[in-house]
């Protein structure tokens, strides 16, 4: 895989409300704090899949993800979220 560094900015960009664009941008955000290339990103993996999904890039993913979506997940949210897939659920 190619590394990439992780964009700060990258929760900046506008949404545009398409399920298909967050499907992107949450692969997007999870590549950056992953420093993966976004080609090595699906949907389907989780922490198991990725090496460098520990508990503190569990959290800077939930974190950018609200960011760039402008919402807040609860609590009991962010303790379901065993993939990608299960985080772009939560985006309306």
């Not at 979220?81 to 985080?87: E, P, R, V």
């Given at each position: 895989m190619?590394?990439?560094?992780?964009?700060?900015?990258s929760a900046e960009q506008p949404y545009s409300g398409k399920?298909?664009?967050?499907?992107?941008r949450v692969r997007e955000?999870?590549?950056g704090i992953f420093k993966v290339d976004v080609a090595a990103?699906?949907?389907?993996?989780?922490?198991d899949?990725?090496?460098?999904w520990?508990?503190?890039n569990h959290l800077?993913?939930?974190?950018?993800?609200?960011?760039a979506f402008s919402l807040k997940l609860t609590m009991q949210q962010i303790q379901q979220?065993?993939?990608?897939?299960?985080?772009v659920k939560f985006i309306p």
């Open positions: 190619n590394e990439i560094e992780c964009d700060s900015t399920p298909l664009d967050a499907e992107v955000i999870a590549a990103i699906d949907l389907a993996m989780g922490p899949d990725i090496d460098r520990d508990s503190l800077r993913l939930i974190t950018e993800v609200e960011s979220i065993q993939s990608l897939a299960d985080l």
